[in-house]
């Protein structure tokens, strides 16, 4: 699938989605201890808002060639500098939610408007500085569509909200949670949860 068209029709579910949040919603629980504001906050800071620095950050040399590699590098740090990671991303989610303002749906389709002209001047080719490292614009995408369908999800859900991203966007954004897997010491294990010879314990996150 064309990394860019997947891209924006993720962006433009997650714009119609975020639109249709009822007013009442945005102070209520969003996942774990963010509130729904907080999340569509994050997601529009990791998916969004982010994009067009990145995409005019060039960068001298790949580093992490693929999605699955991104995500692979998330999960290597050391525990100490997750934790200070997660911390950081609470306070952003935070500050992001609440620059949405009075007026979430029309914030947010500002930040999808400059997202998507910033790809599309972008080349497919063209290495960037993503937050792990150099990568391709064609591989570092598809980890900004990833952020856009499971938080998505993630918000439909916590806003009680019918949301339908496009079934092959969903299937890319599976693989790329499996690849992200299959090249983690939970490989093996995995493949027999997935076979039902296993079952995966509560909480089990391959990013």
Partial sequence: MDFRWAYKSA??????LVIRIPGDRWDGAGLGEWS???????TVSSALHQ???VLASPAPSVVLDSAEAFWGF?????????AAYSVASSEDARKAGEAL???????????????????SAAGDADVIASPGGGMRVRDW???????????????????????????????DVTLQAAKTAATGPEAAFLLRALTGRATLPTGFSVV
């Fill in 74 to 82: 998330a999960r290597s740090v050391p525990p100490e500098v997750y």
């Fill in 101 to 119: 303002g009075d007026d979430p749906g029309a914030a947010v389709i500002d930040f999808a408007r400059k997202a998507t002209q910033a790809l």
């Fill in 51 to 53: 994009v067009p620095g």
């Fill in 11 to 16: 962006v433009t579910v997650f714009t119609d």
């Fill in 141 to 171: 995408i598809p980890t900004r569509t990833f952020e856009l369908v499971v938080h998505g999800l993630d918000v439909a859900a916590a806003a009680n909200v019918p949301v339908e991203f496009a079934g092959q966007v969903v299937t």
């Fill in 36 to 42: 729904l504001r907080d999340l569509v906050g994050h």
